[in-house]
């Protein structure tokens, strides 16, 4: 079965702008999770869907935002950008939440905040 | 959350078995040993986990000390496309909604010809 699809791949924007990610989880996963991944801080929680519900949030400002379609398909937003906004931006699928068993990985959309 | 402890690097001739070692010595009854590795540029894979027995996949095996305060992953025929980093991180299965996965620095291993 196909897995987890982030779009898009790269992107580059300015300080100032917002960026609109998407993540298409595996067919039948209702959570997805997000995650900042960077040299200097590795792999970090964002938040979590579940059935279109946010119920798991990490410690980033309210620049941060996201949403989940009735599809399973997700969002995140991230508006007036900063530099240290560049990062490697990983959403994960799973069939039974980001707390429990195994989380599936998309490639990841590289952003970079110029 | 248990913290965990990996080497930062290690090397590997092709062909060899490759062993990375984990020390989780906090981790708690309810969680379990995950690993997962991560080639460059690309997200995380999983590749096996863990309670206290244990484990074999068609990817590798995963050897629980009896204290379960630590684990070995081992990769029986490393090959070159198995260079990527790689983390253990220890999670309750069950465990909820309040969970916030972290990945430490994990173990860059590279396999060598």
């Known amino acids: 079965k196909a897995g987890v699809t982030q779009t898009p791949r790269y992107l580059i924007k300015t300080r100032g702008q917002q960026v609109t990610l998407s993540c298409s989880p595996i067919?039948?996963?209702?959570?997805v999770s997000w995650y900042q991944q960077t040299p200097g801080q590795g792999l970090q929680f964002l938040f979590e869907?579940?059935?279109?519900?946010?119920?798991n949030k990490g410690n980033f400002p309210g620049r941060f935002s996201g949403r989940q379609f009735s599809n399973s398909r997700s969002e995140m937003n991230v508006s007036t950008l900063e530099l240290g906004d560049s990062a490697l931006y990983l959403c994960?699928?799973?069939?039974?939440?980001?707390?429990?068993?195994?989380?599936?990985f998309g490639e990841g959309s590289r952003l970079t905040v110029l | 959350d248990a913290k965990t402890t990996q080497p930062p690097s290690m090397d590997c001739a092709e062909g060899r078995a490759a062993n990375l070692p984990c020390n989780h010595s906090?981790?708690?009854?309810?969680?379990?040993v995950y690993w997962y590795r991560q080639i460059h540029s690309q997200g995380p894979q999983y590749i096996i986990h863990?309670?206290?027995n244990n484990e074999t996949n068609e990817m590798a095996s995963l050897i629980i000390t009896e204290d379960r305060k630590s684990s070995t992953l081992i990769l029986p025929h490393a090959t070159l496309r198995d260079t990527a980093v790689y983390y253990c991180?220890?999670?309750?299965?069950?465990?909820?909604?309040?969970?916030?996965?972290?990945f430490g620095k994990g173990t860059l291993l590279t396999v060598n010809p």
């Open positions: 994960a699928s799973s069939l039974t939440g980001a707390g429990t068993g195994e989380l599936f």
């Open positions: 906090t981790i708690s009854g309810n969680e379990y």
């Open positions: 869907y579940f059935s279109e519900t946010q119920r």
């Open positions: 991180i220890v999670r309750p299965l069950g465990g909820g909604s309040n969970y916030k996965l972290t």
């Open positions: 863990g309670l206290k």
């Open positions: 067919s039948g996963h209702r959570s």
